[in-house]
């Protein structure tokens, strides 16, 4: 299978295909006589694995260990508990700084009278240079 039908099959692009092998997250393609990629079905096993952990936001870092505990038959599924505990973790904080963000952004737009006027508070706070914490 070439690497268009490679793309097409796991809904990874070419170009994040060719980029994943760049950074050695796949393995090199086989090659046909003329030069162009092949890709078997471990292959495609292995890119459709890293767009489902690439959907549920785990990081390059974190899908090479993933792929790595993955490939490893011996492993204990207390790693790739940690890994996914982790990335909870991380998402749950990028959560609450997008709630904070969103808070920030209703006072701010609640307090703009969005008429005519030249006086804006949202303006007036991204040019302040102070942290929306002391502005709501």
């Given at each position: 299978m070439n690497i268009g039908e490679a793309a097409e099959a796991t809904g990874v692009t070419a170009k994040m295909i060719r980029h994943y092998e760049q950074i050695g997250l796949i393995r090199a393609?086989?090659?046909?006589?003329?030069?162009?990629?092949?890709?078997?079905?471990?292959?495609?096993?292995?890119?459709?694995?890293?767009?489902?952990?690439?959907?549920?936001?785990?990081?390059?870092?974190?899908?090479?260990d993933l792929l790595t505990l993955w490939q490893d038959r011996a492993r204990?599924?207390?790693?790739?508990?940690?890994?996914?505990?982790?990335?909870?973790?991380?998402?749950?904080?990028?959560?609450?700084?997008?709630?904070?963000?969103?808070?920030?952004?209703?006072?701010?737009?609640?307090?703009c009278h969005g008429d005519d006027r030249p006086d804006c508070p949202i303006l007036e706070q991204l040019a302040s240079g102070k942290s929306e914490e002391g502005c709501c």
């Open positions: 393609a086989g090659r046909t006589g003329s030069g162009y990629r092949v890709y078997g079905p471990k292959d495609l096993s292995t890119l459709s694995f890293i767009r489902r952990a690439r959907d549920l936001g785990f990081s390059i870092a974190q899908i090479r204990a599924s207390s790693d790739v508990k940690r890994i996914a505990s982790e990335h909870i973790d991380e998402m749950r904080a990028k959560m609450q700084l997008l709630q904070e963000m969103v808070h920030t952004l209703e006072h701010l737009s609640a307090h």
